[in-house]
Protein backbone atom coordinates (compact mmCIF):
# COMPACT_ATOMS: atom_id res chain seq x y z
CA UNK A 1 0.00 0.00 0.00
CA UNK A 2 1.31 3.67 -1.11
CA UNK A 3 -0.52 5.18 1.94
CA UNK A 4 2.25 8.25 2.94
CA UNK A 5 0.56 10.90 4.52
CA UNK A 6 3.56 13.18 3.91
CA UNK A 7 3.56 12.28 0.21
CA UNK A 8 2.10 13.25 -2.82
CA UNK A 9 -0.55 16.47 -3.12
CA UNK A 10 -2.95 15.31 -6.23
CA UNK A 11 -3.39 18.05 -8.59
CA UNK A 12 -6.56 19.33 -9.53
CA UNK A 13 -7.82 19.07 -13.39
CA UNK A 14 -10.51 19.25 -15.85
CA UNK A 15 -12.30 16.19 -17.00
CA UNK A 16 -10.70 16.78 -20.82
CA UNK A 17 -7.11 17.11 -19.21
CA UNK A 18 -7.65 13.78 -17.66
CA UNK A 19 -9.20 12.25 -20.99
CA UNK A 20 -6.05 13.92 -22.47
CA UNK A 21 -3.68 11.58 -20.57
CA UNK A 22 -4.86 8.19 -22.24
CA UNK A 23 -3.02 6.66 -24.79
CA UNK A 24 -3.69 4.37 -27.90
CA UNK A 25 -3.87 0.46 -26.17
CA UNK A 26 -3.80 1.76 -22.66
CA UNK A 27 -5.55 -0.27 -20.42
CA UNK A 28 -7.80 1.68 -18.43
CA UNK A 29 -10.08 0.74 -15.11
CA UNK A 30 -13.60 2.34 -14.81
CA UNK A 31 -13.86 0.93 -11.62
CA UNK A 32 -16.83 -0.82 -10.22
CA UNK A 33 -21.37 -0.12 -10.35
CA UNK A 34 -21.69 3.30 -8.08
CA UNK A 35 -17.94 3.87 -8.77
CA UNK A 36 -17.69 4.54 -12.20
CA UNK A 37 -17.11 7.71 -13.47
CA UNK A 38 -19.01 9.93 -16.01
CA UNK A 39 -17.68 13.45 -16.57
CA UNK A 40 -14.54 11.64 -17.48
CA UNK A 41 -16.44 9.19 -19.21
CA UNK A 42 -17.81 11.88 -21.43
CA UNK A 43 -14.79 13.36 -21.99
CA UNK A 44 -12.84 10.22 -23.03
CA UNK A 45 -16.01 9.75 -25.57
CA UNK A 46 -15.05 12.99 -27.22
CA UNK A 47 -11.27 11.83 -28.06
CA UNK A 48 -12.51 8.57 -29.89
CA UNK A 49 -11.20 9.85 -33.08
CA UNK A 50 -7.73 10.47 -31.87
CA UNK A 51 -7.42 6.96 -30.02
CA UNK A 52 -7.60 3.12 -30.59
CA UNK A 53 -6.99 0.21 -29.05
CA UNK A 54 -8.10 1.45 -25.61
CA UNK A 55 -8.87 -1.37 -23.55
CA UNK A 56 -11.37 -0.59 -20.47
CA UNK A 57 -12.27 -2.92 -17.72
CA UNK A 58 -15.66 -2.59 -15.76
CA UNK A 59 -18.66 -4.17 -13.78
CA UNK A 60 -22.07 -3.91 -13.60
CA UNK A 61 -22.33 -0.26 -15.87
CA UNK A 62 -25.91 0.97 -14.29
CA UNK A 63 -25.91 4.21 -17.06
CA UNK A 64 -24.67 3.95 -20.65
CA UNK A 65 -21.06 4.97 -21.07
CA UNK A 66 -20.48 7.14 -23.29
CA UNK A 67 -17.59 5.94 -24.52
CA UNK A 68 -19.83 2.69 -25.85
CA UNK A 69 -22.12 5.34 -27.48
CA UNK A 70 -19.84 7.11 -29.29
CA UNK A 71 -18.08 3.99 -30.18
CA UNK A 72 -21.09 1.28 -31.38
CA UNK A 73 -18.58 -0.52 -33.76
CA UNK A 74 -15.76 -1.10 -31.25
CA UNK A 75 -12.92 0.70 -33.26
CA UNK A 76 -11.60 2.65 -30.63
CA UNK A 77 -12.46 1.20 -27.41
CA UNK A 78 -13.02 -2.36 -26.35
CA UNK A 79 -14.94 -3.36 -23.63
CA UNK A 80 -14.48 -5.93 -20.29
CA UNK A 81 -17.11 -6.24 -18.07
CA UNK A 82 -16.39 -9.01 -14.85
CA UNK A 83 -20.12 -9.09 -14.65
CA UNK A 84 -22.81 -7.96 -16.64
CA UNK A 85 -25.39 -5.14 -16.46
CA UNK A 86 -28.87 -5.01 -18.49
CA UNK A 87 -27.05 -2.68 -20.31
CA UNK A 88 -23.59 -4.73 -20.86
CA UNK A 89 -25.62 -7.62 -22.10
CA UNK A 90 -27.02 -5.27 -24.43
CA UNK A 91 -23.62 -4.11 -26.00
CA UNK A 92 -22.16 -7.39 -25.55
CA UNK A 93 -25.27 -8.36 -27.83
CA UNK A 94 -23.99 -5.82 -30.02
CA UNK A 95 -20.37 -7.76 -30.08
CA UNK A 96 -18.43 -4.75 -28.41
CA UNK A 97 -18.87 -5.74 -24.51
CA UNK A 98 -16.60 -9.08 -23.60
CA UNK A 99 -17.16 -11.12 -20.35
CA UNK A 100 -14.25 -12.14 -18.18
CA UNK A 101 -15.29 -15.49 -16.07
CA UNK A 102 -14.42 -15.30 -12.66
CA UNK A 103 -15.40 -15.66 -8.88
CA UNK A 104 -15.78 -12.47 -8.29
CA UNK A 105 -14.02 -13.04 -4.66
CA UNK A 106 -10.61 -13.66 -6.98
CA UNK A 107 -10.47 -10.31 -8.97
CA UNK A 108 -8.66 -8.15 -6.32
CA UNK A 109 -5.88 -11.36 -6.62
CA UNK A 110 -6.33 -11.38 -10.75
CA UNK A 111 -5.06 -7.79 -10.28
CA UNK A 112 -2.00 -8.42 -8.19
CA UNK A 113 -1.07 -11.78 -9.99
CA UNK A 114 -2.46 -11.81 -13.54
CA UNK A 115 -3.56 -8.75 -15.45
CA UNK A 116 -1.60 -6.36 -17.45
CA UNK A 117 -0.48 -3.21 -15.25
CA UNK A 118 -3.32 -0.59 -15.29
CA UNK A 119 -2.21 2.25 -17.09
CA UNK A 120 -5.05 4.76 -16.02
CA UNK A 121 -7.56 4.00 -12.94
CA UNK A 122 -10.76 6.15 -12.73
CA UNK A 123 -12.35 5.71 -9.65
CA UNK A 124 -15.66 7.83 -8.51
CA UNK A 125 -15.48 8.30 -5.01
CA UNK A 126 -16.17 11.31 -2.19
CA UNK A 127 -14.66 14.23 -2.08
CA UNK A 128 -11.42 14.23 0.70
CA UNK A 129 -12.32 14.61 4.23
CA UNK A 130 -10.54 16.16 6.97
CA UNK A 131 -7.90 13.66 6.88
CA UNK A 132 -6.94 13.23 3.18
CA UNK A 133 -9.07 10.27 2.07
CA UNK A 134 -11.49 9.58 -0.26
CA UNK A 135 -14.54 7.38 0.24
CA UNK A 136 -15.72 4.93 -1.86
CA UNK A 137 -19.17 4.84 -0.76
CA UNK A 138 -20.99 1.97 -1.22
CA UNK A 139 -18.58 -0.12 -3.66
CA UNK A 140 -15.82 -1.27 -2.61
CA UNK A 141 -14.73 -4.72 -4.17
CA UNK A 142 -11.34 -4.60 -5.99
CA UNK A 143 -10.63 -1.10 -5.67
CA UNK A 144 -8.07 -1.49 -3.42
CA UNK A 145 -6.25 -3.78 -5.61
CA UNK A 146 -6.94 -1.74 -9.07
CA UNK A 147 -5.15 1.63 -7.19
CA UNK A 148 -2.06 -0.69 -6.21
CA UNK A 149 -1.42 -1.73 -10.00
CA UNK A 150 -2.08 1.63 -11.36
CA UNK A 151 0.82 3.44 -13.11
CA UNK A 152 -1.74 6.78 -12.55
CA UNK A 153 -4.75 7.08 -10.48
CA UNK A 154 -7.53 10.03 -10.70
CA UNK A 155 -10.60 10.01 -8.73
CA UNK A 156 -13.53 11.41 -10.04
CA UNK A 157 -14.98 13.14 -6.62
CA UNK A 158 -18.99 13.05 -6.21
CA UNK A 159 -20.53 14.40 -2.88
CA UNK A 160 -23.81 12.58 -3.25
CA UNK A 161 -22.37 9.25 -2.85
CA UNK A 162 -23.10 8.05 0.62
CA UNK A 163 -20.22 7.78 3.00
CA UNK A 164 -19.66 4.30 4.03
CA UNK A 165 -18.19 2.95 6.37
CA UNK A 166 -15.10 0.12 6.57
CA UNK A 167 -11.85 -1.28 6.82
CA UNK A 168 -9.97 0.35 3.47
CA UNK A 169 -13.36 1.54 2.03
CA UNK A 170 -11.58 4.26 0.25
CA UNK A 171 -7.96 6.09 -1.08
CA UNK A 172 -5.73 8.01 0.26
CA UNK A 173 -4.42 11.79 -0.99
CA UNK A 174 -1.30 10.18 -1.26
CA UNK A 175 -2.09 7.64 -4.06
CA UNK A 176 -3.82 9.45 -5.76
CA UNK A 177 -2.45 11.61 -8.87
CA UNK A 178 -5.10 13.56 -10.31
CA UNK A 179 -8.61 14.84 -9.05
CA UNK A 180 -11.75 15.61 -10.82
CA UNK A 181 -15.06 17.27 -10.38
CA UNK A 182 -17.94 14.95 -10.56
CA UNK A 183 -21.26 16.26 -12.11
CA UNK A 184 -22.83 15.40 -8.21
CA UNK A 185 -25.69 13.11 -9.71
CA UNK A 186 -26.92 10.86 -6.87
CA UNK A 187 -26.01 7.01 -7.08
CA UNK A 188 -27.98 5.24 -9.44
CA UNK A 189 -30.93 3.40 -7.97
CA UNK A 190 -31.95 -0.38 -8.56
CA UNK A 191 -36.07 -0.80 -7.94
CA UNK A 192 -37.08 -3.71 -6.24
CA UNK A 193 -38.26 -6.55 -8.59
CA UNK A 194 -41.78 -7.20 -8.09
CA UNK A 195 -42.50 -10.11 -6.13
CA UNK A 196 -45.03 -12.36 -7.46
CA UNK A 197 -46.91 -15.49 -6.23
CA UNK A 198 -44.32 -17.52 -7.21
CA UNK A 199 -41.56 -15.50 -5.46
CA UNK A 200 -43.77 -15.93 -2.09
CA UNK A 201 -43.90 -20.11 -2.45
CA UNK A 202 -40.38 -20.28 -3.07
CA UNK A 203 -39.29 -17.73 -0.29
CA UNK A 204 -41.99 -19.16 2.38
CA UNK A 205 -40.39 -22.46 2.09
CA UNK A 206 -36.71 -21.42 2.36
CA UNK A 207 -37.68 -18.58 5.06
CA UNK A 208 -39.10 -21.84 7.23
CA UNK A 209 -35.45 -23.11 7.30
CA UNK A 210 -33.58 -19.90 8.86
CA UNK A 211 -33.25 -20.17 12.62
CA UNK A 212 -32.57 -17.40 14.90
CA UNK A 213 -28.82 -16.36 14.72
CA UNK A 214 -28.47 -17.48 11.40
CA UNK A 215 -26.08 -15.31 9.61
CA UNK A 216 -27.71 -14.41 5.63
CA UNK A 217 -26.08 -13.97 2.01
CA UNK A 218 -28.58 -12.36 -0.03
CA UNK A 219 -29.09 -12.41 -3.78
CA UNK A 220 -30.82 -10.31 -6.05
CA UNK A 221 -34.20 -10.87 -7.25
CA UNK A 222 -37.51 -11.39 -7.05
CA UNK A 223 -36.86 -14.39 -4.42
CA UNK A 224 -34.54 -13.26 -2.44
CA UNK A 225 -36.64 -9.99 -2.01
CA UNK A 226 -39.32 -12.39 -1.07
CA UNK A 227 -37.37 -14.16 1.92
CA UNK A 228 -36.49 -10.99 3.48
CA UNK A 229 -40.40 -9.62 3.30
CA UNK A 230 -41.30 -13.15 4.97
CA UNK A 231 -38.64 -12.75 7.32
CA UNK A 232 -40.30 -9.64 8.65
CA UNK A 233 -43.61 -11.70 9.26
CA UNK A 234 -41.89 -14.42 11.44
CA UNK A 235 -40.31 -14.81 14.81
CA UNK A 236 -36.84 -15.22 13.87
CA UNK A 237 -33.96 -12.67 15.26
CA UNK A 238 -30.81 -11.97 16.00
CA UNK A 239 -30.03 -12.59 12.21
CA UNK A 240 -26.86 -11.96 11.15
CA UNK A 241 -25.54 -10.50 7.49
CA UNK A 242 -22.69 -11.79 5.48
CA UNK A 243 -23.34 -10.96 1.77
CA UNK A 244 -21.32 -9.93 -1.24
CA UNK A 245 -24.71 -7.05 -2.14
CA UNK A 246 -26.89 -4.94 0.12
CA UNK A 247 -30.00 -4.64 -0.94
CA UNK A 248 -33.31 -3.52 0.29
CA UNK A 249 -34.31 -6.22 1.95
CA UNK A 250 -31.68 -6.70 4.05
CA UNK A 251 -32.40 -2.73 4.76
CA UNK A 252 -36.08 -3.29 5.78
CA UNK A 253 -34.91 -6.55 8.27
CA UNK A 254 -32.35 -3.78 9.87
CA UNK A 255 -34.78 -1.13 10.71
CA UNK A 256 -37.40 -3.41 11.99
CA UNK A 257 -34.52 -4.74 13.91
CA UNK A 258 -34.16 -8.16 13.03
CA UNK A 259 -30.89 -8.00 12.26
CA UNK A 260 -28.31 -7.80 15.49
CA UNK A 261 -25.45 -10.28 14.31
CA UNK A 262 -24.99 -10.80 17.91
CA UNK A 263 -24.49 -14.36 16.91
CA UNK A 264 -21.59 -14.05 14.00
CA UNK A 265 -18.30 -14.68 14.77
CA UNK A 266 -16.71 -12.43 12.10
CA UNK A 267 -17.23 -8.96 12.95
CA UNK A 268 -20.17 -9.63 15.07
CA UNK A 269 -22.92 -7.30 15.53
CA UNK A 270 -21.69 -5.82 11.94
CA UNK A 271 -23.58 -6.12 9.04
CA UNK A 272 -21.03 -6.77 6.29
CA UNK A 273 -20.93 -6.74 2.03
CA UNK A 274 -19.01 -5.29 -0.71
CA UNK A 275 -21.07 -3.03 -2.83
CA UNK A 276 -24.41 -1.71 -1.99
CA UNK A 277 -27.13 -1.55 -5.03
CA UNK A 278 -30.98 -0.44 -4.31
CA UNK A 279 -33.14 2.82 -3.88
CA UNK A 280 -32.46 5.87 -1.82
CA UNK A 281 -33.40 4.47 1.20
CA UNK A 282 -31.13 2.15 1.35
CA UNK A 283 -28.78 4.22 0.93
CA UNK A 284 -29.99 6.94 3.24
CA UNK A 285 -29.69 4.10 5.69
CA UNK A 286 -25.73 3.31 5.55
CA UNK A 287 -24.93 6.43 5.28
CA UNK A 288 -22.40 7.36 8.08
CA UNK A 289 -24.04 4.37 9.52
CA UNK A 290 -20.90 2.04 11.45
CA UNK A 291 -23.37 -0.99 11.90
CA UNK A 292 -22.60 -1.26 7.92
CA UNK A 293 -19.41 -2.45 7.00
CA UNK A 294 -18.53 -2.39 3.42
CA UNK A 295 -15.14 -4.89 2.75
CA UNK A 296 -12.80 -5.41 -0.05
CA UNK A 297 -14.60 -8.30 -1.79
CA UNK A 298 -11.90 -11.24 -0.92
CA UNK A 299 -13.31 -10.44 2.30
CA UNK A 300 -16.52 -11.14 1.80
CA UNK A 301 -17.20 -13.78 -1.37
CA UNK A 302 -13.96 -16.32 -0.05
CA UNK A 303 -15.26 -19.83 1.23
CA UNK A 304 -12.73 -19.74 3.64
CA UNK A 305 -13.56 -16.87 5.06
CA UNK A 306 -17.64 -16.95 4.68
CA UNK A 307 -17.17 -20.40 6.57
CA UNK A 308 -16.14 -19.23 9.90
CA UNK A 309 -19.63 -17.81 10.18
CA UNK A 310 -21.81 -20.08 12.02
CA UNK A 311 -25.45 -21.36 10.19
CA UNK A 312 -24.61 -19.34 7.25
CA UNK A 313 -27.66 -19.41 4.96
CA UNK A 314 -27.09 -18.27 1.26
CA UNK A 315 -29.86 -17.72 -1.33
CA UNK A 316 -29.19 -17.19 -4.90
CA UNK A 317 -31.20 -17.91 -8.22
CA UNK A 318 -30.43 -19.49 -10.89
CA UNK A 319 -32.64 -20.19 -14.32
CA UNK A 320 -32.15 -23.92 -15.77
CA UNK A 321 -31.20 -26.86 -14.02
CA UNK A 322 -30.55 -30.17 -15.33
CA UNK A 323 -31.87 -34.07 -13.54
CA UNK A 324 -27.89 -33.92 -12.24
CA UNK A 325 -28.57 -30.62 -10.74
CA UNK A 326 -25.98 -28.66 -12.23
CA UNK A 327 -27.16 -25.07 -12.31
CA UNK A 328 -27.22 -22.44 -15.20
CA UNK A 329 -27.42 -19.35 -13.39
CA UNK A 330 -25.51 -16.63 -16.13
CA UNK A 331 -26.19 -17.95 -20.15
CA UNK A 332 -28.71 -18.69 -22.57
CA UNK A 333 -26.84 -20.62 -24.42
CA UNK A 334 -24.00 -18.91 -25.91
CA UNK A 335 -25.69 -15.47 -25.24
CA UNK A 336 -24.24 -14.16 -22.26
CA UNK A 337 -26.69 -12.41 -19.50
CA UNK A 338 -24.96 -12.04 -16.59
CA UNK A 339 -21.83 -13.54 -14.33
CA UNK A 340 -20.79 -16.12 -11.96
CA UNK A 341 -20.54 -13.10 -9.13
CA UNK A 342 -20.45 -14.73 -6.02
CA UNK A 343 -22.62 -17.70 -6.53
CA UNK A 344 -20.47 -20.55 -6.68
CA UNK A 345 -18.24 -19.26 -3.66
CA UNK A 346 -21.22 -18.29 -1.47
CA UNK A 347 -22.56 -22.19 -1.78
CA UNK A 348 -19.45 -23.63 -0.96
CA UNK A 349 -18.70 -21.49 2.26
CA UNK A 350 -22.22 -22.03 3.56
CA UNK A 351 -21.89 -25.61 3.29
CA UNK A 352 -18.52 -25.05 5.06
CA UNK A 353 -19.82 -23.17 7.50
CA UNK A 354 -21.08 -25.34 10.64
CA UNK A 355 -24.95 -25.72 10.60
CA UNK A 356 -24.60 -23.66 6.50
CA UNK A 357 -26.92 -23.83 4.03
CA UNK A 358 -26.55 -23.38 0.33
CA UNK A 359 -30.48 -22.68 -1.49
CA UNK A 360 -30.20 -22.53 -5.15
CA UNK A 361 -34.15 -21.24 -6.09
CA UNK A 362 -35.86 -21.16 -9.42
CA UNK A 363 -39.20 -20.58 -10.46
CA UNK A 364 -40.43 -23.87 -12.27
CA UNK A 365 -41.46 -22.57 -15.43
CA UNK A 366 -40.84 -19.59 -17.87
CA UNK A 367 -42.38 -17.99 -21.61
CA UNK A 368 -41.29 -18.11 -24.23
CA UNK A 369 -42.62 -16.62 -27.50
CA UNK A 370 -46.04 -17.80 -25.84
CA UNK A 371 -44.96 -21.36 -25.11
CA UNK A 372 -44.42 -22.18 -21.27
CA UNK A 373 -41.18 -23.99 -20.57
CA UNK A 374 -39.75 -26.12 -17.96
CA UNK A 375 -36.66 -24.24 -16.48
CA UNK A 376 -35.90 -28.04 -14.71
CA UNK A 377 -34.68 -30.28 -18.12
CA UNK A 378 -33.09 -33.21 -19.30
CA UNK A 379 -29.77 -31.58 -20.71
CA UNK A 380 -28.70 -27.60 -20.38
CA UNK A 381 -29.34 -25.66 -23.18
CA UNK A 382 -26.38 -26.03 -25.44
CA UNK A 383 -23.70 -23.43 -24.81
CA UNK A 384 -25.52 -22.96 -21.09
CA UNK A 385 -22.71 -21.96 -18.82
CA UNK A 386 -22.59 -24.28 -15.63
CA UNK A 387 -22.13 -21.71 -12.32
CA UNK A 388 -22.50 -24.17 -9.70
CA UNK A 389 -21.58 -27.81 -10.53
CA UNK A 390 -23.68 -30.56 -9.38
CA UNK A 391 -21.48 -32.16 -6.63
CA UNK A 392 -21.89 -28.71 -4.99
CA UNK A 393 -25.51 -28.09 -5.27
CA UNK A 394 -27.00 -28.25 -1.66
CA UNK A 395 -31.00 -27.50 -1.19
CA UNK A 396 -32.68 -26.42 -4.69
CA UNK A 397 -36.04 -25.20 -4.15
CA UNK A 398 -39.21 -24.17 -6.79
CA UNK A 399 -42.73 -23.20 -5.72
CA UNK A 400 -43.35 -27.14 -5.66
CA UNK A 401 -41.26 -28.02 -3.06
CA UNK A 402 -37.32 -28.26 -1.64
CA UNK A 403 -35.49 -30.77 -2.14
CA UNK A 404 -31.50 -30.97 -0.44
CA UNK A 405 -28.93 -32.91 -3.24
CA UNK A 406 -26.41 -33.82 -1.04
CA UNK A 407 -25.55 -37.40 -0.63
CA UNK A 408 -28.37 -38.57 -3.35
CA UNK A 409 -27.11 -40.63 -5.93
CA UNK A 410 -27.96 -39.05 -9.65
CA UNK A 411 -31.42 -41.03 -9.88
CA UNK A 412 -32.01 -40.02 -6.45
CA UNK A 413 -31.57 -36.32 -7.17
CA UNK A 414 -33.59 -36.99 -10.91
CA UNK A 415 -36.33 -38.02 -9.09
CA UNK A 416 -36.06 -35.29 -6.63
CA UNK A 417 -36.06 -32.74 -9.10
CA UNK A 418 -38.79 -33.95 -11.03
CA UNK A 419 -41.03 -33.67 -8.15
CA UNK A 420 -39.77 -29.71 -7.95
CA UNK A 421 -40.64 -29.14 -11.73
CA UNK A 422 -44.13 -28.22 -13.36
CA UNK A 423 -46.80 -31.21 -12.54
CA UNK A 424 -47.50 -30.14 -16.60
CA UNK A 425 -43.84 -31.37 -17.44
CA UNK A 426 -42.76 -34.50 -15.00
CA UNK A 427 -44.45 -37.31 -16.76
CA UNK A 428 -42.46 -36.20 -19.97
CA UNK A 429 -38.95 -35.47 -17.61
CA UNK A 430 -39.65 -39.10 -16.15
CA UNK A 431 -39.34 -40.67 -19.71
CA UNK A 432 -36.25 -39.04 -20.83
CA UNK A 433 -34.86 -39.75 -17.64
CA UNK A 434 -35.45 -43.24 -17.88
CA UNK A 435 -34.46 -43.47 -21.29
CA UNK A 436 -30.92 -42.04 -20.72
CA UNK A 437 -30.68 -43.98 -17.63
CA UNK A 438 -30.51 -41.21 -15.09
CA UNK A 439 -33.33 -43.60 -13.81
CA UNK A 440 -32.76 -47.57 -14.26
CA UNK A 441 -35.17 -49.76 -15.27
CA UNK A 442 -35.75 -50.77 -11.74
CA UNK A 443 -35.81 -47.75 -10.02
CA UNK A 444 -39.17 -46.52 -8.36
Known amino acids: MKVNPGGKTPRHISAAEAAALVKSGDWLDYGVITGQPDVFDAALAARKDELEGVKIRNCLSLRPRAVLEADPEGKHFLWFSWHFSGYDRKKHDAGISHYIPVNLGEIPDYYRRFNPPVDVAIIKARPMDENGWFNFGGANLWHRAVIECARTVIIETNPAIPHCEGEMNGVHASEVDFIVEGDGQPPTELPNSPIGDVDRAVGRLIANEIEDGACLQIGIGGMPNAVCALLLDSGVKDLGIHTEMLTDGIGELYRAGRITGVAK????????????LGTKELYRTIDRNPDFQCLAVENTNMPHVIMQNDKVVAINN??????????????????????TGGQLQFVRGAYASKGGKSFICLASTYERKGQRRSRIVLNLTPGNVVTTPRSDMMYVVTEYGIANLKGKSVADRAKALIGLAHPDFREDLERQAREHGLLPRHYY
Open 318 to 339: TTQMDLQGQAASESDGHRHISG
Open 265 to 276: RLQPGKIVYSFA
